[in-house]
């Protein structure tokens, strides 16, 4: 912030003396014989004559603008619920810390599809299985869009394949990303093995840092080891190279990524309210902080990028980032794709990774130290299937069902990310009766389905043993056909947009 600060803040200083101190010391001065005041008070006079006329003028037109919006607001409220919408802010200042509470405490009074108003854009809020599960499987295609907010522009150098809009385009970008991440994920039992084997590694260190931290009974805060883990296992794959827990580099690269979250995501101000960047405010101070942020990770990533394209040898695939170029910069046939989808790519799946998979963890954690009897039975499993003398594999899942379901349970309880990146509709599309129109931003509270207590028993109690995990697979949003995929299942085509299976194979 503070590299951010001098040019953002000092347009405010200077703007300040320059103009409003000046005209208070003159109104202000009790001797009316100085020349200057003089000259100034008669300045005063003759632009108050032109000012006064023109603000009045402004201020009309904006409240006639204000009240053409409201207008139509009203019209669209015809066919869509949802609460009143205030003049300029909508209903910005009734979301509060939790958006996705509020948000299914509305549902409740208007129903699981309604509309609200964040500054000046109408946004559609789908809750519940029944309307999330309709748009995103029955209706893909045409929720697979992107709003065209300001803060999406700025991620990966513009080009970012997660935060662009459905395009012919967009959906060679998702089926070259998709088909590599299988390639080096879970592609067949080779690729599953070596993809295991970086996460064990990872595992193993973790457990060791975590040993020698807590030597001498010291307590510690896994936090930043939690990231480093989940970073290096992504950037293992990404770069063929995992990075030390004290590596500067590294540290810094992820001091940039836990900051992300704060201005991306559902409610960022200076999405729905563009006009906040015109003039000094801390919003804008945030979202240039947030550019700078962007910038700095791409340039990082793109700078290995550049790296493995000096040394690129088709015969020798060494990562992911080969792969990309690969498939991307030497494409044989026309992908519409040039050298900085490469670079965005990585950066895209880098920044996805990393921070998703670094909170589940520390949940994870978190909720084995807070229900040490959960703890107790998890090791007792894991020591009767696996025992002491090797790490859980793969082919012992199917023999871990408690394990299963502390994990989907920590993701069903938790729920993270409560609420989805904003999609937005690429036609007119009608949900649960209602017609949207196209290009309206929509919010998807994941939250609420995994919450419903119509669906749960205890939502808000956690119990890995509460539910079956076979159950559980099918009804977290997290799964593969609703979050992972947002598929066009009629024609069994390729999906439209998608979430990749988190490597981890949750
Ligand atoms: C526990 C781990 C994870 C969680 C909870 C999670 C959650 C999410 C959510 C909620 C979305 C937004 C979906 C939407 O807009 O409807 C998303 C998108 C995405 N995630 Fe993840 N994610 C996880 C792990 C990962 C990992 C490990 C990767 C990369 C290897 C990844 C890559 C992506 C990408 C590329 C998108 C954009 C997909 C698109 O726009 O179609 N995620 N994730």
């Known amino acids: 912030m503070s590299n951010v600060c001098p040019g953002v803040c000092a347009p405010a200083v200077m703007g300040g003396e320059s103009d ?15 020349k200057f005041v003089i000259k100034g008070n008669s300045i005063l006079k003759e632009w108050s004559g032109q000012i006064q006329p023109a603000l009045v003028a402004s201020f009309i037109f904006l409240c006639c603008l204000e009240a053409c919006f409201w207008v139509r607001n009203l019209t669209l ?50 809750n519940g299985e029944s309307a999330i599960r309709k748009a995103l499987l029955q209706h893909s295609t045409e929720f697979a869009g992107r709003p065209n907010f300001v803060s999406f522009q700025v991620v990966s150098g513009g080009t970012s394949m997660t935060f662009t809009s459905y ?77 030390g827990h004290d590596d500067p580099e590294f540290r810094t690269l992820l001091s940039k990524v836990n900051k992300f979250s704060e201005t991306v995501g559902a409610g960022s101000l200076v999405d729905v309210m563009p006009w906040l960047q015109s003039f000094p405010n801390p919003v804008r101070s945030m979202f240039q902080s947030f550019k700078e942020l962007n910038n700095d ?20 695939t060494r990562d992911m980032s080969d792969a990309f170029i690969g498939v991307i910069d030497h494409a044989e046939t026309e992908t519409g794709l040039t050298e900085a989808h490469t670079e965005s790519t990585v950066s895209d799946l880098i920044g996805a990774g990393m921070d998703t998979v670094s909170t589940a963890l520390h949940w994870m954690l978190l909720l084995l130290v807070k229900y040490p009897s959960i703890q107790t039975k998890l090791q007792e499993h894991v020591d009767k299937v696996v025992g002491r003398d090797r790490l859980p ?77 076979d159950q559980q697979r ?16 009629k024609s069994g085509s390729v999906p439209d947009r998608c979430h990749f299976d988190p490597p981890t194979n949750f």
């Open 393 to 469: 594999s793969i082919e012992d899942k199917c023999n871990l069902a408690y394990l299963e379901a502390f994990i989907y349970e920590t993701m069903r309880y938790t729920s993270f990310v409560p609420v989805t990146i904003p999609h937005s509709t690429t036609s007119d599309v009608t949900i649960e009766g209602l017609r949207i129109p196209k290009d309206t931003v929509v919010f998807i509270n994941q939250w609420s389905v995994n919450h419903d207590p119509q669906k749960w028993q205890d939502p808000h109690i956690f119990n890995p043993s509460g539910q079956r995990p």
């Open 77 to 126: 409220k015809k066919k869509l619920p949802g609460p009143f919408a205030w003049p300029l802010v909508g209903n910005a200042m009734q979301l509060g810390q939790m958006p996705h509470i509020t948000f299914s405490k509305l549902a409740k009074r208007y129903g699981n599809v309604y509309q609200i108003r964040l500054g000046s854009s109408d946004i559609v809020v789908l």
């Open 297 to 316: 990770f791409f340039m990082f990533v793109k700078g290995k990028v550049v790296e493995h394209r000096q040394s690129y040898d088709p015969e020798f």
């Open 474 to 489: 099918d009804d977290l949003l997290y799964r593969e056909e609703t979050m992972h995929w947002r598929s066009d299942r």
């Open 167 to 243: 395009s012919k385009q967009w959906k060679m970008h998702r089926k070259i990303a998709q088909s590599t991440i299988r390639a080096f994920s879970s592609a067949n039992s080779q690729t599953k093995k070596s993809f295991e084997k970086h996460i064990a590694a990872e595992a193993e260190e973790l457990v060791e840092t975590f040993l020698r931290l807590s030597s001498n009974k010291q307590y510690f805060s896994p936090s930043h080891e939690l990231t480093v883990a989940a970073a290096n296992i992504i950037c293992a794959l990404c770069f063929g190279k995992r990075y």
């Open 20 to 34: 409003r101190p000046k005209l208070l010391l003159l109104s202000a001065n009790p001797n009316p014989s100085s």
